[in-house]
């Protein structure tokens, strides 16, 4: 899944997503081919407040 729908699934926005980036809270997927993060349902989780 995307960011977008990461952060709809947790109950963030995407902004709060690339924060816990940056904090070290989530650590940051591989990106695909065509630059896009790809997260999985154990990230959502781990992002849910």
């Known amino acids: 899944m995307r960011i977008g ?3 709809a699934i947790a109950g963030v926005t995407t ?3 690339r924060h816990y980036h940056r904090i070290g ?5 591989e990106r695909q ?6 997260y ?4 959502a ?3 849910s407040p």
């Open 45 to 47: 989780v781990v992002a």
């Open 5 to 7: 729908e990461l952060a």
């Open 33 to 38: 081919s065509n630059g896009y993060r790809e």
């Open 15 to 17: 902004r709060t997503v």
């Open 40 to 43: 999985s349902l154990r990230d």
């Open 25 to 29: 809270l989530l650590p940051e997927p």
